[in-house]
């Protein structure tokens, strides 16, 4: 099946940008999601990408692909305390079932 | 309208004791999906229907039974509980298997948290 490692924890100023890094090991996925957990809420959709792009900028967010090295990352610009949350990476190859990787506590600093 | 909706939100108990989480949405999805969280964050896939069809079952213990009386809800029972069962569980939605036409994207439910005591 598939593996999704993240890093567990990652802290920013106010102000400046945040990139969390996912790796995966299926190179057949198809659709790679972020998904967002504010504390004691579930998850939400943030973005996506199709495994035909390279780059996908929405707003604040850019995500990266590198197809070859199996790695996506979530930009954020100008982060804010409000972006203060989980990040789950967690890729899909065809019918089967999301795999999450184990989230990424961002934590933003006054 | 909240889109999926999980009762209750909070569950303490006592090891031994069987109890349900119930999950319902009104999103017209065809695929149901049961997630544990860990105290660590991790979120592990438990059970998965469509159409009230159980497509995917984790290696989850049989004392976790899930039902789906229609496709609308899906029920989560677990039986004999333990402590290492405490965690905080996630329903999910889904338009679709994954299938063509759709991105896939899961909708969830705000969480049950359940303590074993």
């Known amino acids: 099946g598939e593996d999704v490692e993240q890093s567990l924890f990652l802290s920013v100023r106010e102000g400046d940008s945040s990139v969390i890094n996912c790796t995966y090991t299926?190179?057949?996925?198809?659709?790679l999601y972020w998904y967002k957990q504010e504390p004691g809420a579930g998850l939400q959709l943030l973005t996506y990408?199709?495994?035909?792009?390279d780059m996908k900028q929405d707003q604040r967010l850019t995500v990266l692909l590198n197809k070859k090295d199996k790695h996506l990352s979530l930009r954020i610009a100008d982060t804010q305390t409000g972006d203060s949350a989980i990040y789950f990476c967690?890729?899909?190859?065809?019918?089967?079932?999301?795999?999450f990787g184990s989230g990424t506590q961002l934590t933003v600093l006054p | 309208d909240t889109a999926v909706s999980q009762t209750p939100k909070y569950l303490v108990t006592q090891m031994g004791n069987d109890k349900s989480i119930k999950c319902e949405q009104n999103?017209?999805?065809?695929?149901m999906y049961w997630y544990k969280q860990d105290s660590k964050k991790f979120l592990k896939i438990m059970f998965s229907?469509?159409?009230?069809?159980?497509?995917i079952n984790e290696t989850v213990p049989n004392r976790f039974s899930p039902k789906s009386p229609d496709k609308a809800h899906l029920n989560l029972h677990i039986n004999s509980l333990e402590l290492g069962d405490s965690a905080v569980y996630f329903c999910?939605?889904?338009?679709?298997?994954?299938?063509?036409?759709?991105?896939?994207?899961?909708?969830f439910g705000e969480g049950s948290r359940l303590t074993v005591l």
């Open positions: 999910a939605s889904s338009r679709q298997r994954g299938g063509t036409g759709g991105t896939g994207e899961l909708f």
């Open positions: 299926d190179s057949s996925s198809t659709y």
């Open positions: 990408i199709f495994s035909n792009m």
């Open positions: 967690a890729p899909r190859s065809g019918a089967r079932q999301l795999t």
């Open positions: 999103l017209g999805h065809d695929t």
């Open positions: 229907y469509n159409n009230k069809e159980l497509i």
